[in-house]
């Protein structure tokens, strides 16, 4: 997109908004066209406002902008898809809540990343229509790190480059991957990971996600899983997320 575009039609998705004076909101959207873009939308707050039911988070939206010093100014907007299932169950609020916090995090402003506006997209209609939320979460996850140019290493010992063998490992996130266990004791950030654990990590980055569909994972694989790609993620953005935390608040009452 040219530097000095003053106008913009693309299609988004809703990540956050705050409120910004009397009755407008910032928008935080990630677009197709352009990546993140910060936006006002003026008078959305006001009761009789047309545009306010089509710029929640999560929404997909097909926008017109107008450039207004530093920031976007929304002039249109209309819905392309509200993945209203998204709003009415607090377990799939809380994992939507954290794919987005994640391209929120991973991207920059005005920054085009088809792939990843897709897989987004792919993702939020995934979890919308009912699919298990492991395969749909962690296969986001591994695709996003590739997107953005983080892929982790998981064939081979990062450091001694030897093919990984059938039994359990070490991942090393300063590293970017697998460890082997001869390595293990001289990477001081290696932690154990099981194969099973690792075979579904491989699983995310090689197999087309209708496969895998059909795996059920124990549970704990799925908490070890969970727990190595949030330590890897945690590391690469150097700070925690928000969402998780949510996320197993929702699953303890739950339980309750």
């Given at each position: 997109?040219?530097?000095?575009?003053?106008s913009?039609?693309?299609e988004?998705?809703?990540?956050?908004?705050?409120e910004?004076?009397?009755?407008d909101?910032?928008?935080?959207l990630?677009s197709?066209?352009?990546?993140?873009?910060?936006?006002?939308?003026?008078?959305?707050?006001?009761?009789?406002?047309k545009?306010?039911g089509?710029?929640?988070?999560?929404?997909?939206?097909?926008?017109?902008?107008?450039?207004?010093?530093?920031?976007?100014?929304?002039?249109?907007?209309?819905?392309?898809?509200?993945?209203?299932?998204?709003?009415?169950d607090?377990?799939?609020?809380?994992?939507?809540?954290?794919?987005?916090?994640?391209?929120?995090?991973?991207?920059?402003?005005?920054?085009e990343?088809r792939d990843?506006?897709?897989l987004?997209?792919?993702?939020?209609?995934?979890?919308?229509?009912?699919d298990?939320?492991?395969?749909?979460?962690?296969?986001?996850?591994?695709?996003l790190?590739?997107?953005v140019?983080?892929?982790?290493?998981?064939?081979?010992?990062?450091?001694?480059?030897?093919?990984?063998?059938?039994?359990?490992q070490?991942?090393?996130?300063?590293?970017?991957?697998?460890?082997?266990?001869?390595?293990?004791?001289?990477?001081?950030?290696?932690?154990?990971?099981?194969?099973e654990?690792l075979?579904?990590?491989?699983?995310?980055q090689?197999?087309?996600?209708?496969?895998?569909?059909?795996?059920?994972p124990?549970a704990?694989?799925?908490?070890e899983?969970?727990?190595?790609?949030?330590?890897?993620?945690?590391?690469?953005l150097?700070?925690?997320?928000?969402?998780?935390q949510?996320?197993?608040e929702?699953?303890?009452?739950?339980?309750?």
């Amino acid at each position: 997109m040219p530097v000095q575009a003053r106008s913009l039609k693309t299609e988004a998705v809703v990540l956050r908004h705050s409120e910004m004076g009397e009755a407008d909101r910032l928008l935080t959207l990630f677009s197709r066209e352009a990546g993140i873009i910060r936006a006002v939308a003026k008078g959305v707050r006001r009761i009789h406002s047309k545009k306010a039911g089509h710029l929640e988070p999560f929404t997909r939206v097909s926008l017109m902008l107008a450039r207004s010093h530093e920031l976007w100014i929304v002039t249109q907007a209309v819905a392309l898809d509200l993945f209203l299932p998204l709003h009415e169950d607090l377990v799939l609020t809380g994992e939507a809540a954290y794919v987005l916090e994640l391209v929120d995090r991973f991207s920059y402003e005005e920054g085009e990343n088809r792939d990843l506006y897709m897989l987004l997209v792919e993702t939020l209609e995934r979890l919308s229509r009912g699919d298990p939320i492991f395969p749909a979460v962690h296969f986001f996850e591994m695709h996003l790190l590739d997107c953005v140019g983080f892929r982790p290493q998981l064939f081979n010992c990062v450091r001694c480059k030897e093919e990984i063998k059938p039994t359990d490992q070490f991942f090393s996130v300063v590293q970017g991957g697998v460890v082997c266990p001869r390595c293990g004791s001289q990477v001081p950030d290696a932690r154990p990971i099981t194969m099973e654990a690792l075979k579904y990590l491989r699983n995310f980055q090689r197999t087309p996600y209708p496969r895998l569909l059909q795996a059920v994972p124990a549970a704990h694989v799925e908490r070890e899983v969970e727990i190595i790609l949030q330590y890897y993620i945690t590391f690469l953005l150097e700070r925690k997320l928000n969402t998780p935390q949510f996320i197993n608040e929702v699953r303890k009452n739950q339980k309750i």
